[in-house]
């Protein structure tokens, strides 16, 4: 039997070499993009809201870590359907996660995947960078 942290690595492993969601979306669609120059990850994230104010749909592109790529494609199988303050609520759970020594938030799903992060503190601008470039195409 796989033991938990083997689990883990599995999610991250299949979702940096099969991203979900991967590709742009077309004009109109909001636009945000990250770049962590420690790591050289870029990302942009692409999202088409409803007017009711969720997230119709997420796609991303970029050039990234493992860690990196692994946690925007998780994201973005977690957000559709999610309203704005709901994405950015989980955002803030992910967040807490990753930097504080917390119970970990409910409602992360396989986003726990990236607790392993929590060791290794250089790390954590690659597992949130995808996460501050939705925030900003949130934002428009
Ligand atoms: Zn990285």
């Known amino acids: 039997m796989m033991d938990i ?9 299949d979702h ?13 669609a909001a636009k945000g993009e990250g770049y962590n120059p420690s790591c050289g990850d870029e990302v942009t994230v692409f999202l088409n809201k409803s007017a009711a104010h969720t997230v119709e749909q997420i796609r991303f592109t970029g050039q990234a870590c493992a860690i990196c790529m692994a946690s925007v494609s ?3 199988t977690q957000l559709k359907g999610k309203s704005v303050a709901d ?3 989980l955002k803030e759970s992910f967040i807490e ?3 504080k020594e917390v119970e970990p938030p409910a409602g992360l ?8 992060v929590k060791k ?4 954590l601008k690659c597992a949130t960078l995808g996460w501050h470039a939705l925030s900003r195409a949130l934002e428009q």
């Open 120 to 123: 290794f503190p250089q790390r």
């Open 87 to 89: 994405a950015l609520k």
């Open 97 to 99: 996660f990753l930097t």
């Open 16 to 28: 940096s070499k099969r991203p979900r969601n991967f590709g742009e979306l077309p004009p109109p």
């Open 5 to 13: 942290d083997e689990l883990y690595q599995n999610v991250i492993l």
């Open 109 to 116: 799903g396989n986003l726990m995947a990236l607790g392993g």
């Open 74 to 76: 998780l994201m973005t």
